[in-house]
């Protein structure tokens, strides 16, 4: 019995653990994603023209000038 009990303890601080570390990770994902959609938002405003017109796929010019822009510095 007691074997038991702390073997069901043990599985409940694990789901418990790994739901934090989800938590946690889910929202560092989130910070990142909405601070990429404000630097892609200045970046097409930069833009003469919609890059959405000079471009076909405009997100993927953003993140290769961005990865780009990083190594420089």
């Not at 989800?22 to 994902?29: D, F, G, L, V």
Request: aromatic content about 6%; overall charge negative.
């Amino acid at each position: 019995m007691l074997v038991e009990n702390n073997t069901a303890a043990s599985t409940e601080n694990q789901n418990v653990s790994a739901q934090v570390i989800n938590i946690r990770s889910a929202k560092k994902a989130q910070e990142k994603a909405s601070a990429e959609l404000m630097d892609y938002m200045m970046w097409t405003m930069k833009h003469d023209m919609d890059p959405h017109r000079l471009y076909e796929d405009p997100i993927e010019v953003f993140r290769n000038e961005m990865r780009s822009t990083q190594f420089v510095a």
